[in-house]
């Protein structure tokens, strides 16, 4: 395979944020973009399964969420992995939240929680870009390059380690195997 030139392999320094900064983060944002802050940090749901919760995807009377969907570039699809289709489980406090939230939302057709004004999924890449990258630059929140939505998820990994979470609660929570 002569010719053939492989892409070199970056190292990302793998980032979380603290509870300090999660909390900082939630407190300066407004809606909906706070509902969708709050939710990457308790659940550790991928930018992209965020984007794709609809109403039909939450329990309120069991407290669960249930990831079905995934967003990418503004379309539904399948989640990244088999084992990505799970149900988590919600807080008092963000299903108190999310009653609140759905009280000001905007109806569509998909009934997406969080959707464009064509009723499209918001594309996770648009959002990291104009609202989250300046928003912890005001915050003075320095996240080494390549990280994005994902140090929610590594926080909720974090916050779950320190807890003493079972390894394989953990697992199932953020949809690995």
């Given amino acids: 395979m002569s010719g053939v030139v492989l892409a070199p392999h970056r190292r990302i320094q793998r980032f979380f944020f603290s509870t300090e900064e999660v909390r900082a983060i939630i407190e300066a944002s407004s809606e909906p973009y706070r509902t969708f802050y709050g939710l990457a940090a308790e659940t550790g ?16 009377e069991r407290r669960l969420l249930f990831v079905r969907q995934s967003a990418w570039r503004g379309r539904l699809g399948e989640p990244k992995t088999e084992t990505s289709l799970r149900v988590v489980e919600l807080s008092a406090q963000a299903t108190e939240h999310l009653s609140r939230f759905l009280k000001g939302w905007r109806p569509n057709e998909r009934r997406l929680l969080f959707a464009t004004r064509n009723g499209t999924p918001w594309d996770a890449n648009l959002l990291l870009k104009r609202k989250f990258k300046p928003l912890l630059d005001s915050l003075g929140i320095r996240v080494p390059k390549g990280n994005g939505f994902h140090a929610f998820r590594r926080t909720n990994a974090t916050m779950m380690d320190r807890l003493g979470t079972p390894l394989k609660v953990r697992q199932e929570r953020l949809g690995h195997k």
């Fill in 45 to 60: 749901l991928r930018a992209g399964e965020v984007c794709g919760i609809t109403l039909d995807d939450l329990d309120f």
